[in-house]
């Protein structure tokens, strides 16, 4: 951090309140019993810069997490902001309603897949998702947009809530209660993976948010490779 921002007294914020935050996280949760996993890690990351963003005061900060763990063509060549960014967080509303999500698939979907592969898919989701906006972007700057203009910077969970949502309702598809596929389940898959194509293409150049495209990667990176190699027949099977 002090590399980053050069300037001590800015540093010394960061640098207290990062550690401070994390053992507030940690301590109650080693007494509650809640693992360490990727859902908890997202949960804990969100709400720790949310607070940064929105308590700390410190305009260097604010301007180092931007820059750090929000993603655009600006920085994406650093690679890490692909995945940093589904750890920024900004708004109340949002944080809750991801908080919620996250939460929910941690209960869920952590028990189906384990840590691993949901890693593993968070990975894709992010790299996925982030890969569209990038391209978009791209695009728009090739054909001559004033760059000033194509500053919009994606962040937080989204992509991989929108994945785990797509992912949990082809899993269900494959394995039809055997047979019988729950019809609401198939309906929410269908309805995310429009909302998610379509918030693609409608996301304006200078807008700031969440990041789309997560469903479109579960289905590409799931639904599709699990159908062409038959393994959704063996998961039903077994």
């Given at each position: 951090i002090l590399i980053f921002l050069w300037h001590i007294p800015s540093a010394i914020v960061p640098i207290v309140t990062i550690p401070v935050s994390v053992l507030?996280?940690?301590?109650?949760?080693?007494?509650?019993?809640v693992t360490i996993n990727i859902m908890s890690l997202l949960l804990?990351?969100?709400?720790?810069?949310?607070?940064l963003m929105n308590?700390?005061?410190?305009?260097?900060?604010?301007?180092?997490?931007?820059?750090?763990?929000?993603l655009s063509h600006d920085n994406y060549w650093k690679?890490?902001?692909?995945?940093?960014?589904?750890?920024?967080?900004?708004?109340l509303l949002q944080l809750a309603i991801d908080g919620w999500l996250l939460f929910q698939f941690g209960n869920t979907m952590m028990g189906f897949l384990g840590n691993k592969r949901l890693t593993f898919f968070f990975a894709l989701s992010l790299l996925g998702a982030g890969m569209l906006h990038i391209c978009k972007q791209k695009v728009e700057l090739y054909y001559g947009m004033d760059p000033l203009e194509v500053r919009g910077r994606v962040y937080g969970p989204n992509p991989f809530i929108?994945?785990?949502?797509?992912?949990?309702?082809?899993?269900?598809?494959?394995?039809?209660?055997?047979?019988?596929?729950?019809?609401?389940?198939?309906?929410?898959?269908?309805?995310?993976?429009?909302i998610d194509v379509w918030r693609i293409f409608t996301?304006?150049?200078?807008?700031?948010?969440?990041?789309?495209?997560?469903?479109?990667?579960?289905?590409?990176?799931?639904?599709l490779p699990t159908s062409l190699m038959g393994l959704n027949k063996l998961t039903a099977a077994l």
């Open positions: 507030l996280a940690f301590i109650p949760m080693y007494y509650f019993g804990l990351g969100n709400v720790r810069i949310y607070l308590w700390s005061g410190n305009d260097d900060l604010r301007d180092f997490l931007i820059e750090h763990f929000t690679i890490y902001p692909f995945f940093t960014s589904a750890f920024y967080q900004e708004h929108l994945g785990l949502v797509s992912v949990e309702g082809l899993i269900f598809r494959h394995l039809n209660f055997l047979q019988n596929p729950p019809v609401p389940f198939l309906v929410l898959t269908a309805f995310v993976m429009v996301m304006k150049p200078d807008e700031h948010g969440a990041s789309t495209g997560g469903a479109l990667v579960a289905y590409i990176f799931w639904a």
